[in-house]
């Protein structure tokens, strides 16, 4: 087994690489220094170099295991260093793929040692702690450090760049309030900026989507900086709504068309007829303009006035609300006429939150999601490709 490079050695390398390869160098050579300081962080939490015979020494190098990255000068390969023995080891420069997995052990370990802890929740704690002895103190401590970096993370200036699109979303978890189990909701913020980027902008918990809370919300994403939005998308909701006309007044509002599609379906009176309508909905929202959707809403609202009256009104009342997208680019409206992008995000907050099922307060909660959240829009921060293409000229005026 080969010792580590010496820092004097190490550094000549990179110098030699850079001056020969000039900035095709730049990954290969973060990449070796990456691994040396991996290597050099488990030295210190061990208590003794690599070979080196010492009292202090709490653990023993254990190899090291591949790891993929997604970075700013591409994907890379790292070698992280393992441990065996009693100390406890991850490398500080990856400690961002582990803040969603601490934030969960912190919910269940708050669970256990509020008291509501059952045989379910003590396995899934000794699961992910590795351990079922654990003090009020040491999950104060734990969580509080954490909740220091997300605090950071969610209230991250918004100034230096504009954000065109906004994408914004609620969702709803149980929590524990005053010895109940009630439903809080999960206000998130997505912004598209104007290098066609992805960026998770916010998140806040409340225990209601009313006109307040979404107000307080949006009021500060504004505080921190948020500028240069022009088109927002969302669902229907009337608190979030009336929030939108007062902070952005004059700003485009798409109505998501997926939840427009399943609101439709309230309306149709017999289920035989679900199918016919979900195509025809489908057909003009995916049509080429705005003026050829809207031809085709007309005769679909004289089609159902007499078979299905509160759906033909329910049509003439709120499909122009979906139909905003077109004046974007043809090349963002697949992407930007729904709330997708809030969906899928969704997803993986559920697959994390079912494991917790009920929370024993909002800020376990709001440090779990917003956990998840930071790590998502890190990745998409540093994704090679940019989400969309903002240099596209505004789509040409279409005849009817």
Sequence with gaps: MTRPLTDHTLLDQIVNDISAKGTDALAESFRLLLNHAMAAERSKALGAAPYERSDQRKGYANGFKDKSLQTRLGELTVKVPQVRGEVDFYP?????????ERALTMAIAEMYVQGVSTRRVSSILCKLAGTLEISSTQVSRAAAQLDQQLALWR?????????PYLVLD???EKVRRDGAVVDCAVLIAFGVDAAGQRRVLGVSTALSEAHLH?????????????????FIVS?????????????????LWQRCQFHLQQNALQYVPRISLRTEVAAELRTLLQAQNRPLAEALLQPMISKYRKSAPELSAWLEQNVQESLTV????????????TSNMAERVNQEIKRRTRVARIFPNTNSLLRLVSAL????????????????????????LASA
């Design 170 to 172: 609620a969702r709803y």
């Design 92 to 100: 500080s420069a990856l400690e961002r793929g582990t803040r969603t």
């Design 326 to 337: 077109f004046s974007l680019p043809p090349d963002h409206r697949q992407r930007m006429r």
């Design 373 to 396: 959240l930071c790590d998502i829009s890190e990745d998409w921060e540093t994704a090679t490709h940019p989400y969309l293409n903002m240099n596209l000229p505004p789509p040409p």
């Design 155 to 163: 209230n991250e200036s918004l100034t230096s760049i504009a954000y």
């Design 235 to 251: 669902d229907d909701h009337p608190g979030l709504r009336k929030a939108i006309c007062t902070r952005f007044p004059g700003v």
């Design 214 to 230: 979404w107000g307080q919300f949006l009021d500060s994403l504004q505080e921190r900086g948020l500028h240069g939005t022009t």
